[in-house]
């Protein structure tokens, strides 16, 4: 109990939650809470601080909306899925949110997950491996285009330019190995040969000896599922062969500026799946993109537009619901539950359409070029 004290970042967020059914006279209610953990350190830290940003500039934007405060609560969890799973369980009995936006990564959503269960407590989430979906929770509900559709688009690209062969590298984790879980399954029906399918651990220290051997079986496309860390060293053990293929795209990762800055113009040609690009089309995008930069200094990326998104998909289950916080904690969960299962809403991400088993089926994909 003392060490996992120790590893605790508490966050508490002041701002407002717009729910229709709540009278204005806010300041006499007590605060709607919101609990998450987020990667302060660990393997996820940069892609969960942009989603935790992006979770917050939501809640800013309440603030002008008027209705009750939210704590937003928020526990480091160290990118490690036991310490996530205590840290639920914490958010849920004794700070007793009354709401829950999941952490990032299916790696930790994973051991969420049961938590959300057992408490009969719905929870949004980013995560998009299908076996997260395939548990049959009744409490969980994505917002990402599921990671075995992850690069359906770059494969039909492949074969518009005519290449013919694929190679398929991913770290042996959730999120990642669904992506190349979803290459396999796809390549043939696109007309792709796979050359090499090989994986790595989630601790590698080099990813020299795996991208050689890859590299000999010379594929035109090359296809990876990794995070921002293994994305880098892998374009960094690419170089090191010599061998340069066709097309080469890495899921995710590469979509976010940090990418560019470690590689510099080792970049150059990295193509990057991702769920929502500024110049995508959806409203409200580049109004987001131009207020986000004018108060964090950056643009955001896909990760901090999917905190948003979270917000804002909770915040609509909330008002279709009519839920009021005066509501019994059951009750109130009941509504946003049966509302997350079945609503049709467009968020910053896109169409929010949710099958019986809570997997994302509206959102589309992005694919970008350095």
Do not use: C
């Not at 300041?27 to 709607?32: F, I, M, S, T």
């Not at 062969?165 to 990642?176: K, R, T």
């Amino acid at each position: 109990e003392m060490m996992l004290l120790k590893v605790i970042v508490r966050t508490l967020f002041v701002a407002v939650l717009s729910l229709s059914a709540i009278a204005a006279v806010a300041e006499e209610r007590r605060a709607v809470r919101l609990g998450m953990t987020a990667s302060h350190t660990g393997e996820f830290k940069e892609l969960s601080e942009e989603f935790l940003s992006g979770v917050k500039f939501w809640a800013e934007d309440l603030i002008d909306r008027g209705g009750n405060r939210i704590d937003l609560v928020v526990y480091d969890d160290e990118s490690n899925p036991e310490v996530a799973a205590q840290l639920y369980e914490r958010l849920i009995t004794e700070d007793q949110v009354d709401l829950l936006i999941g952490p990032f990564s299916t790696t930790l959503a994973m051991a969420v997950a049961p938590v959300a269960e057992k408490y009969n407590f719905p929870m949004v989430v980013e995560a998009t491996a299908p076996k997260l979906y395939d548990q049959g929770f009744k409490n969980v509900f994505g917002i990402y285009t599921p990671a075995d559709q992850n690069m359906m688009k770059v494969l039909e690209m492949a074969v518009e330019n005519g290449l013919g062969s694929v190679a398929i590298l991913h770290q042996d984790s959730g999120f990642p190995s669904a992506v190349a879980l979803g290459v396999r399954d796809q390549a043939a029906g696109q007309g792709l040969t796979v050359v090499f399918d090989g994986s790595y651990p989630v601790d590698a220290t080099s990813l020299d000896s795996v991208v050689s051997e890859l590299a000999q079986s010379t594929p035109d496309l090359i296809i990876v599922g990794a995070y921002l860390d293994d994305s880098v060293q892998f374009v960094q053990a690419l170089k090191k062969t010599g061998y340069a293929p066709k097309m080469l795209a890495i899921s995710g990762a590469p979509s976010v500026a940090e990418f560019g800055d470690r590689l510099g113009s080792d970049a150059d040609g990295v193509i990057a799946t991702t769920q929502w690009m500024r110049d995508g089309g959806i409203p409200g995008s580049f109004d987001f993109g131009y207020r986000y930069r004018n108060r964090y200094g950056r643009y955001p990326s896909n990760n901090a537009a999917g905190g948003y998104a979270a917000g804002q998909i909770l915040e609509a289950a909330a008002r279709l619901a009519g839920v009021s916080i005066e509501m019994e904690a059951g009750a109130l969960r009941d509504g946003v539950r049966e509302e997350l299962s079945r609503m049709k809403f467009q968020s910053l991400l896109g169409n929010y359409r949710v099958e019986a088993n809570g997997e994302q089926s509206g959102n589309p994909i992005y694919v970008i070029q350095w």
